[in-house]
């Protein structure tokens, strides 16, 4: 469902990285390392040049609080259905 970009040596990246696993919810984000050209022409293609940035199928989310933010957002919304 999600898709993080995510460079190794970025700690804003670190921190989204581990709150995701901390949260467990690496069954709903998958990490795209950006030293890749593929993954880093396609955070491009999305409108984003500066990791952590959090891909949500509709729009591009940049930096570790609004990133951790919007996850929250969605596990809220699981707990309540």
């Not at 491009?44 to 990791?51: E, F, N, V």
């Amino acid at each position: 469902m999600f898709e993080l970009f995510h460079a190794i040596s970025d700690p804003s990246s670190a921190k989204v990285r581990k709150y995701v696993v901390d949260h467990e919810l690496d069954a709903l984000v998958r990490f795209r390392n950006v030293t890749y050209e593929e993954v880093q022409r396609d955070l491009t293609a999305r409108g984003g040049t500066t990791t952590p940035a959090l891909w949500d199928g509709h729009k591009l989310i940049t930096g570790a609080e609004a990133i951790i933010s919007r996850l929250v957002a969605h596990a809220d919304v699981g707990r309540d259905s």
